[in-house]
């Protein structure tokens, strides 16, 4: 089955800035994948990119089989969007939003969107202003959602949401998944994703640092909780734990050394191998060096 | 219908404004047309020439307060009135053009409209042309007002004969609605700020209603004729004075005076000849010739409001919704 987003040697630069350097990614249609990093990793780049907010600066990609660049307008056709901040009109209700949105999107289904805002106790008639950030994210998943594409692309929504709207944001991600769309939701803040997600994708300085599915990344990895010499395991990088405790992250699915992972500890342990990487870099020492 | 409104709901402020602003200005002009109308004075009075004199000195000497009664309406209702006609579609063709594009960058609801919408293209023609059509109709009305209150303030001539206030009434109007909505628009675009697209818009549209004012006068000075002064009629265009030597060339008085120097100081300014052969002469559009004038201007207005909207898509097409 073809990914529902793929990318070849994809490239954007800001100026002298580079966003995503030289990406090549498939996302599998179905499913939950959690876009991980830090912050100007290139996560909001590659969601706009998809969407056909910004153009490539070299290579090219595919949603749902179609160019964005190219044909814009069907690419748009495959995704529902919401973006980092609710970018609503303030001025409107949440019903002049649906009425909005079922004139300017063909097939647009406001009772789907009305179903998903109803169990939340958000009223229609409400101008969005006078709603909550999180009451916000959740109309604009609504009528995301309410556009009934494959995809839908999630940008950090949950930055400005508290924990209780988090989890409701989340839990209606999830079923829109499990009813068949493919969902790519963005955040540097994994630990409250990771029950959500079923596969992870980790950007680091504009390039893709680990790829997998959650499943499989916990089972093929361990980590050891001291810091010292360890001979004929793969060692990913060493990583900060809490009260100054460093762990290791390893590539091995043997039970007999250290523990399973949390799905942090691996994108952690990923992001800490692409930072000694890039200090040996800085340093003219090689990878393998830096990350022993 | 429903569609419509929902497409124009995010404009509904600005709409309702243009709806008021248009009402009064048409409930203003209207007024200052009947109530200048309710003075009951002959028509032939109102020719500068004949009055007092002969038999219309007999009629329209009884007439004499009620004529400064009417010039100090005019004063008073009758030109503010005829300046709302311009200025009210103008303002409305500004705020539309900013609340377009500038409001909706800046305020960031293009991140909403333009991912829900699959053609941007599309999403904004929807909205353009019904506002399109609200300038346009408030500048139409504003520029029939503005000639029937230039009809009122000559009496007895044309507006369509006169060239009195040409791009400041009539069709014009309409024309630099049309400009004024579309360089906000284009600007709005580009820059995706209220303030500063406001502030760019007004000087970009300066200029171009120089450049188009300053092409009209051009043609217009090509329809020019030379005549007497006597030839002249309330609503011509007067463009300047030249001299008719004997052999019947037109020159200008700087020539004039280097050929013939004194013999000019006792030439007949009516146009008659004095004996010496020399006669003054004027340059001169008529007045019928306002129609083509008028046309020409208005187009030239609307086709570059034309060209700003088709710049306003290319510009959407191309840009971040951010």
């Known amino acids: ?292 | 219908m429903n569609r419509l409104r929902a497409i124009l709901r995010p404009n509904r402020p600005e709409l309702r404004a243009a709806l008021i602003l248009g009402f009064l200005m048409v409930a203003a002009g209207t007024g200052a047309i009947l109530w200048l109308q309710t003075f009951k004075i002959p028509e032939a009075c109102f020719s500068g020439q004949q009055l007092g004199g002969g038999d219309l000195g007999d009629l329209c000497n009884p007439y004499q307060a009620a004529m400064q009664a009417y010039g100090e309406a005019m004063g008073t209702v009758g030109n503010p009135a005829a300046i709302a006609t311009l200025v009210a579609p103008i303002v409305v063709a500004m705020v539309m053009g900013i609340a377009l594009l500038a409001r909706e960058i800046e305020a960031q609801t293009t991140n909403f409209a333009w991912s829900i919408a699959p053609a941007r293209t599309t999403w904004l023609r929807d909205r353009l042309i019904p506002i399109l059509l609200v300038v346009l109709v408030l500048g139409a009305a504003g520029g029939w007002l503005g000639d029937a209150l230039m009809g009122l303030r000559q009496r007895g001539v044309d507006p369509w004969r006169n060239f009195e206030g040409l791009g400041l009434r009539g069709p014009a109007i309409a024309g630099a609605g049309l400009l004024v909505f579309g360089v906000a628009g284009v600007v709005g675009a580009v820059v995706g700020r209220q303030l500063p697209a406001l502030l760019i818009s007004g000087a970009v549209i300066g200029f171009g209603a120089y450049g188009a004012f300053s092409v009209s006068d051009t043609w217009v000075q090509g329809d020019a004729v030379v005549g007497t002064y006597d030839q002249i009629v309330l609503g011509d265009k007067i463009l300047d004075t030249l001299i008719r030597t004997p052999e019947g060339e037109y020159i200008s008085w700087d020539v004039a005076y280097g050929r013939y120097g004194s013999q000019l100081d006792n030439i007949n300014y009516d146009g008659t000849d004095n004996g010496s052969g020399i006669r003054v002469a004027t340059r001169y559009v008529p007045g019928d010739r306002y129609p083509a004038a008028v046309v020409r201007l208005s187009s030239l207005l609307g086709g570059g409001g034309l060209a700003a909207v088709a710049l306003t898509f290319l510009v959407v097409h191309r840009r971040r919704p951010y």
């Open chain 1, 1 to 292: 089955m073809p990914g529902m987003i793929r990318t070849w040697g994809l490239t954007k630069r800001y100026r002298r800035r580079s966003a995503l350097s030289d990406i090549s990614l498939e996302i599998p249609d179905g499913g939950v994948t959690a876009l991980v990093g830090p912050n100007g990793a290139g996560k909001s780049t590659l969601l706009k990119l998809c969407i056909g907010f910004e153009r490539p600066t070299a290579g090219r990609l595919e949603v749902n089989g179609v160019d964005p660049v190219r044909r814009r307008d069907r690419a748009i056709a495959s995704i529902g969007y919401v973006p980092q901040t609710a970018s609503l009109y303030r001025d409107l209700s949440v019903l002049d939003h649906l009425r909005l949105a079922g004139a300017i999107r063909p097939g647009f289904d406001a009772a789907h969107a009305r179903e998903r805002l109803g169990p939340l106790g958000i009223p229609v008639t409400a101008r969005v202003g006078e709603l909550s950030g999180g009451e916000q994210a959740q109309v604009c998943l609504a009528i995301a959602l309410g556009t009934r594409a494959p995809l839908l692309l999630l940008d950090e929504p949950l930055a400005n949401l508290d924990p209780l709207a988090r989890r409701d944001f989340l839990g209606v991600a999830r079923v829109a998944a499990d009813e068949g769309t493919t969902v790519v939701l963005s955040s540097h803040a994994l630990s409250e994703i990771e029950d959500t997600c079923d596969r992870l994708l980790v950007l680091g300085e504009g390039r893709v640092l680990y790829d997998d599915t959650v499943a499989h990344s916990v089972a093929t990895h361990r980590v050891i909780d001291t810091d010292g010499e360890l001979d004929g395991v793969d060692v990913v990088a060493r990583f900060p734990g809490r009260a100054d405790q460093v762990h290791i992250l390893t590539r091995t699915g043997s039970s007999t050394i250290g523990r399973a992972p949390s799905l942090e500890e691996v994108v952690l342990g990923y992001l800490a191998e692409a930072r000694d990487q890039a200090a040996a870099a800085r340093r003219g020492a090689s990878p393998g060096e830096a990350a022993a």
